[in-house]
């Protein structure tokens, strides 16, 4: 029995006028892609508040912050450092250079530092937030373009059954059941995209506010130690 029902789907898929095939066949595609970005936004964000917790352990563990800012530029060379930790370096690097000059300024250099922290958190935010619009995107028109699927086809339906001699249910059946699974696919594409933007945007939003918290308190460990050396 599932095995009939399953030929008899793909048998109304087939028998589909062109342009509800290509409806289909365009939401068959963004349900592939959506969910090939749902992996990948779900291995990136795991991996980022994993990658956190660790640099987070490290960096108030008491150690120096010369030795880890070096540690992790050795990391960086093989493209492991991301988030708080780049957030780290890019603050650590232009402190350090800005401290180095001659006369420099306490509050010249805490200005500095911290916009470079800006920058490198704006970055952060494009990672954890990347391929999150076309999932809403795939979530707000996937229906609709399933809904257009399902009209053209009940309309070549209704077209049909004005020029057939003997009006019965079983003369437009197949063709409005073509029709609706065009809606179906629409659902099928846009449920798992609508779900996984909300998880992930959440998610992202989390993460994103743990980064400025530890921008914040950087910044403030670096005011101290530059006001210190100053007085």
Do not use: C
Not at 105 to 116: F, I, L
Not at 168 to 177: E, F, H, N, Y
Not at 212 to 222: D, K, R, V, Y
Request: hydrophobic share 45%.
């Amino acid at each position: 029995m599932p095995e009939h029902s399953s030929l008899s789907i793909v048998s109304l898929i087939m028998n589909a006028s062109l342009l509800v095939q290509a409806v289909m066949l365009i939401l068959f595609l963004a349900s592939i892609v959506s969910w090939v970005m749902i992996i990948q936004r779900g291995r990136y964000q795991s991996q980022a508040k994993s990658n956190f917790s660790a640099f987070e352990s490290a960096f108030w563990s008491g150690g120096d912050l010369n030795q880890l800012y070096r540690q992790s530029n050795s990391r960086s060379v093989s493209g492991d450092v991301d988030g708080a930790e780049n957030i780290f370096r890019a603050g650590f690097k232009e402190f350090t250079r800005l401290r180095q000059q001659v006369n420099a300024d306490p509050d010249a250099v805490m200005e500095g530092t911290q916009r470079a922290m800006r920058v490198a958190l704006n970055r952060e935010e494009e990672k954890l937030e990347a391929n999150l619009p076309f999932l809403a995107s795939v979530a707000s028109v996937s229906p609709y373009i399933g809904l257009f699927g399902t009209v053209w086809g009940i309309m070549n339906s209704f077209r049909g059954l004005a020029n057939a001699q003997q009006a019965t249910l079983a003369t437009v059946a197949p063709g409005i059941s073509e029709a609706l699974i065009a809606t179906a696919m629409g659902l099928f594409a846009a449920i798992p995209a609508v779900l996984a933007y909300n998880r992930f945007s959440a998610r992202a939003d989390a993460l994103y506010s743990r980064y400025e918290t530890f921008a914040e308190e950087f910044s403030a460990i670096l005011h101290r130690q530059v006001h210190a050396k100053q007085s």
